[in-house]
């Protein structure tokens, strides 16, 4: 990602925001896609692979460690992949970008390769802890030498064969759960992961289908989640269907924008994934599911959604897992509703791309929106559906999120919103800006 030259912009809307949009395929499945590919033995070929910086690095790594990824002209992706255990030594640094996703997941993919690793990001990467997944690869062998307080640059030595282990995730974590499973896959004997909160079941899912001896069982303790090494990957030809997180953006603008009337095709609508529509329903959203259907062993569903009245909520706390991504724009709505909007139970918020309660609170502050913030979460005064006034410039703290929802909140302002840079966008959604144009936006880059 390209930061040397910031890119100021502003979104507007006059009138309603109409039409049908197809968001990029899910970010989640894409970098699992891959990663999965790359280990399997013959070819792969992924239709609708987010194209977005984040699984780009994933790319990247994945070719630097010798799997042979490429597009072709018809838009599918085939990956060549090594076989479990043929990862080889990558001859430069894994240049992760800004995608902690990248980072983890890789990271447990090397743990249990003879192989040593550096990883590098950029200065928002940097920023961000790594100890959550380095404990519980360290005790799968493991090792490590970071820059202070568990950060990148971060150099990590694997251990063939590696030990299996039974690990209790102290928080929710999909990337931490797959981390150790992507681990496990070069571990001979079961590698065990315990999750008391459920989390996205992504990786589950698709190494069932890629051939893995996969089992979940449910326990007085959790999910019990458990990988046989050391495994077989069969090629597969996977369709990644939309990403929910980049559909949120659409549901909250149709959503506050007086008149609007937008369809969003092909979203995911596995239950891990869906907290961000229960809790825009509980507030009163109109989302309508058409055409529910199953694709790649996934559900998904064209969303219609219409402006209406929102009212304030608590948000219940056990929705965290299914919308962790999702709160920044949630945060959004809250600005729109009637009354007092209290989101609390999201403490990984503060790790990710930013702080994201703290970002979003100076965010709609600065907006003339009032906020309460908590160390996990925030409460929103809700204006009841008028326009708020706007009239900021927000710092995105090189946080793609962050930037789309508040554009999202420029929508219906009294007075321009305006964020410092456009850039990270590209992270994981691209054409975000010329899709808000083809749905009746104004973009004004500053």
Not at 97 to 117: D, E
Not at 190 to 206: A, F, G, K, N
Not at 331 to 358: C, N, P
Request: aromatic letters at 4%; glycine letters at 10%.
């Amino acid at each position: 990602m390209n930061t040397a030259f910031p890119r100021p912009l502003c979104l507007s809307a006059d009138g309603p925001l109409r039409g049908r949009v197809r968001v990029p395929g899910d970010k989640s499945i894409s970098h699992r896609a891959l990663l999965f590919s790359a280990l399997a033995v013959g070819e792969s070929r992924v239709e609708g692979l987010l194209e977005g910086e984040d699984v780009l690095a994933t790319a990247a790594a994945l070719r630097a460690m010798g799997a042979q990824v490429a597009r072709g002209e018809d838009g599918i992706w085939r990956i060549h992949g090594v076989g479990v255990g043929g990862l080889l030594q990558p001859q430069t640094a894994l240049d992760m970008g800004n995608s902690g996703t990248s980072t983890r997941l890789l990271m447990g993919l090397v743990a249990s390769h003879p192989i040593t690793a550096t990883f590098i990001g950029d200065a928002s990467l940097s920023r961000r802890p790594m100890a959550r997944v380095t404990e519980p690869l360290a005790q799968m062998g493991a090792s490590f030498t970071t820059a202070p307080g568990e950060r990148l640059p971060l150099t990590m030595r694997g251990l063939c064969p590696a030990i299996p282990i039974r690990y209790t995730l102290p928080v929710a974590s999909a990337q931490v759960k797959s981390a150790v499973l992507l681990a496990g896959l070069n571990t001979p004997g079961l590698t065990r992961v315990i999750e008391p909160v459920p989390t996205r079941d992504h990786s589950e899912r698709m190494l069932r289908g890629f051939g893995a001896d996969v089992t979940v069982e449910e326990s007085e303790h959790g999910r019990i989640i458990s990988v046989r090494g050391e495994a077989e990957l069969r090629p597969q030809a996977i369709v990644v269907p939309g990403d929910p997180s980049s559909a949120g953006f659409w549901m909250v603008a149709a959503s506050i924008v007086p008149g609007s009337d937008v369809v969003i095709e092909n979203v995911l609508m596995n239950p891990t994934r869906t907290g961000l529509v229960t809790a825009l329903r509980m507030m009163g959203a109109s989302i309508d599911e058409l055409d529910r259907r199953a694709v790649g062993g996934e559900w998904v569903a064209d969303l219609r959604v219409r402006h209406a009245a929102l009212s304030a909520i608590d948000v219940p706390a056990d929705l965290a897992p299914s919308m962790i991504d999702e709160y920044p724009i949630l945060f959004v709505a809250a600005a729109f509703a009637s009354g007092r909007t209290v989101a609390r139970g999201a403490h990984e918020l503060r790790v990710k791309e930013s702080d994201r309660i703290a970002a979003m609170a100076a965010a709609l502050s600065a907006c003339g929106v009032g906020c309460e913030e908590y160390n996990d979460g925030l409460a929103i005064e809700g204006r009841g559906g008028d326009a708020i006034p706007g009239g900021a410039t927000i710092a995105t703290h090189l946080d793609h999120r962050i930037a789309m929802s508040m554009v999202v909140a420029g929508l219906h302002a009294a007075r321009p919103i305006v964020i410092d840079d456009a850039a990270p966008i590209a992270t994981s959604y691209p054409g975000f800006v010329d899709v808000a144009e083809s749905l009746g936006a104004r973009a004004t880059w500053r």
